[in-house]
């Protein structure tokens, strides 16, 4: 059975709301306990999956809180996103590799910061300018915002147009008034294509319930002076539809791992 949106949506809302707060200790002992097996061997890149792997688990807890009504899990949820990127290679083509698994929490750090999601452009530039052949599947949304901040800003995409109403949206982003339903088209193209679970339509992946694609629209069109309205969609009637305007105070130079992703990232730099 197809599910409608709000009942989509709903039921995402649900699966957070039921869900029990995780044991932080607990699972954050685990995979200290892979970080230590892995400094032990000498294992540097795997000791940084570890600790980005361990970050997870606050991305988790966070939306779990948000979705509670608790707003001070954005706080959790940004601490992910700022160990993400701290865990990730600084150079090579394994860093344009994870322009994928990075986009997502790039935007919604460049959001907290104010900045105009040029990292978030480079990184989704890099990656499918070196690796043409890779599918454009679970990047849409960082090649939107990718293609919006250069379009609003009059500077060519190195990248290939997107297709549906992304694409539409995207060359419709500069235009004084946006066409109407469109916005509502994108909140039904991200919940049926960012890893809505067919068999039972209650599970998404990372940030997919986050209409961080609005935002990115939002800040691009707020640059020129125009207006950018709500959607009338039921993804935006819940509190993880509502990002922090701020940073949440979550400073990675005071997380007690902040001098081990330092030492590790020290260790793997290139020799020049």
């Given at each position: ?203 998404f992946v990372l940030f997919s319930i986050l209409p961080l694609w609005w935002y990115a629209l939002a800040r691009a069109r707020s640059a020129k002076n125009l207006p950018t309205p709500r959607p009338d969609h039921a993804l935006f009637s ?35």
């Open positions: 059975m197809t599910l409608t949106p709000d009942r989509r949506v709903d039921a995402q809302i649900k699966f957070y709301a039921t869900s029990d707060a995780p044991d932080l200790g607990k699972l954050e002992a685990s995979s200290r306990k892979l970080l230590a097996d892995n400094l032990v061997k000498n294992r540097l890149p795997q000791a940084l999956s570890a600790i980005a792997g361990a970050a997870n688990h606050s991305r988790h807890a966070g939306l779990v809180a948000v979705a509670q009504g608790d707003l001070t899990g954005w706080k959790s949820v940004e601490r992910y996103c700022r160990i993400r990127e701290a865990c990730s290679p600084r150079s090579g083509i394994k860093a344009a590799a994870l322009a994928q698994a990075l986009a997502s929490p790039l935007l919604f750090l460049e959001w907290l910061d104010g900045a105009a999601f040029n990292g978030t452009t480079t990184a989704v530039e890099l990656f499918f300018t070196e690796h043409p052949e890779e599918g454009q599947q679970g990047c849409e949304l960082a090649m939107f915002a990718s293609w919006c901040h250069r379009r609003i800003q009059g500077v060519p995409s190195p990248l290939e147009p997107l297709s549906g109403p992304l694409r539409e949206l995207t060359l419709a982003s500069a235009l004084p008034d946006l066409p109407s339903g469109l916005l509502e088209s994108v909140c039904e193209f991200q919940l049926s294509n960012f890893g809505l679970r067919e068999e039972d339509g209650t599970q819940t509190a993880l539809a509502e990002l922090p305007d701020k940073p949440t105070g979550y400073r990675l130079e005071d997380d007690e791992l902040f001098p081990v992703i330092s030492d590790l990232q020290r260790q793997l730099a290139p020799n020049d």
